[in-house]
C-alpha cells in the first residue's frame, strides 16, 4: 500500500533535485499528484475511490504554467522500467512529420522500438503544434494519430496520455467533435480549474 504522504515528500525532493531548489508543491496541487502516482502505481483501492478507470489514459487539461508537464515528466522518473510510458511533445511529433512526412502516423501508432511497442504514450502540450504540410499536403497530425490510437484503445487497450491548455470546446474546434468524444471515452479527465496562476509568472 502507498505512503502518499511519503511519496508526495519524495516527488518534491525529485522536483528540487530536476528543477531546481525553489521547486514546492503547493497545497492545491497535492490531489492531481496524488491521483497521477495511484493510476500509474495501479493502486486499485484508491483508483476506485478518486474514481480512476485503470484501463483508460490519463487527459491532463488546465491553464499554462501550473505543473501539468512536470508531473508527468517526475512520474517518469520515479517509475519502475514496467509502468514508464513513452513521453513526447506534439511540437516535437510535427516536427518529425516535416522530416519525415506521414510515417511519422505510424509510429506513434503502431511503429514504435519495440520496448515501447506496448507501452502507453504521452503526448504533451496538445495545441501547441499547428497544422503542416508536407509536400503540399496540409495534416492535422494530431487529430490523426489521436483517431489511430483510439482504435488502439478499442482493439488491444493500449493506453494515451494527454496534457493539454486546451477546453473541451477548444478541444472539438481543433481537433473535431470525434476526436472530443473519443478523448472521453479513452481518458480519465483530470482538470486543473482555469483560475489557477502561471507559477512561472
Keep these: 500500500m502507498i505512503n502518499y504522504q511519503k511519496f508526495l515528500y519524495h516527488f518534491e525532493q525529485l522536483g528540487r533535485k530536476k528543477y531546481g ?6 497545497k492545491e496541487d497535492l490531489s492531481y499528484i496524488v491521483r497521477l502516482a495511484a ?7 484508491k483508483c476506485k475511490e478518486l ?18 508537464t512536470t508531473w508527468f515528466r517526475l512520474m517518469q522518473f ?6 514508464k510510458f513513452y513521453y513526447i511533445t ?8 516535416l522530416r519525415r512526412g506521414f510515417d511519422v502516423i505510424e509510429k506513434y501508432t503502431k511503429g514504435l522500438p519495440n520496448e515501447f511497442q506496448k507501452c502507453s504514450i504521452c503526448f504533451d502540450d496538445l495545441g501547441t503544434e499547428n497544422n503542416i504540410k508536407y509536400f503540399g499536403n496540409e495534416c492535422n497530425v494530431m487529430q490523426e494519430i489521436l483517431l489511430s ?3 488502439l484503445f478499442m482493439d488491444y487497450g493500449y493506453k494515451t496520455h494527454l496534457t493539454t ?13 470525434r476526436v472530443r468524444s473519443r478523448l472521453r471515452q479513452m481518458m480519465n479527465v483530470l482538470s486543473v480549474p482555469a483560475d489557477r496562476k502561471d507559477k512561472r509568472a
Design 39 to 45: 493510476y500509474f502505481f495501479k493502486d486499485e483501492a
Design 78 to 83: 520515479i517509475l519502475a522500467k514496467e509502468h
Design 21 to 26: 531548489p525553489n521547486y514546492t508543491l503547493q
Design 90 to 97: 506534439c511540437r516535437d511529433v510535427n516536427f518529425e512529420f
Design 51 to 68: 474514481d480512476l478507470d485503470l484501463n483508460k489514459g490519463i487527459l491532463l487539461t488546465g491553464p499554462m504554467g501550473v505543473g501539468k
Design 165 to 177: 491548455n486546451l477546453s473541451a470546446s477548444e478541444i472539438e474546434k481543433y481537433y473535431s467533435e
Design 149 to 151: 490510437r483510439y482504435d
